[in-house]
């Protein structure tokens, strides 16, 4: 159990330092170049790491405020609803059947 634990710890760090180069409000986008759908889908997959980044980078936001409009926003939020915190509720789902059996 405790291998899974560690393991698991590392893993969250690795993907915490390899998704810190490429958060919202990093500084990448331009009122000439702004973030567009394909962007939005990006940062609300990572939108728990930029949540936790945030904390200890003020220039780090889970949006980024230099966008396309409605199509980035549409992208971050299809990507919030199913895939960030969508995926966090299936893998519930999993475990709980595993345990009734």
Do not use: Q
Request: charge should be positive; proline fraction near 3%; hydrophobic fraction near 45%.
């Amino acid at each position: 159990m405790k291998k899974k634990s560690l393991l698991f710890l590392l893993l969250v760090l690795l993907m915490t330092i390899l998704l810190s180069g490429c958060v919202p409000g990093d500084g990448s986008y331009s009122s000439d170049d702004p973030a567009n759908f394909l962007s939005g889908i990006w940062h609300g997959w990572i939108a728990p790491f930029s949540l936790i980044l945030g904390i200890f980078k003020h220039n780090i936001r889970i949006y980024e405020t230099l966008n396309s409009g409605w199509w980035y926003d549409f992208g971050f939020y299809i990507a919030i609803i199913g895939g960030g915190f969508g995926g966090l509720s299936l893998s519930r789902k999993r475990s709980k059947r595993k345990k009734e059996k």
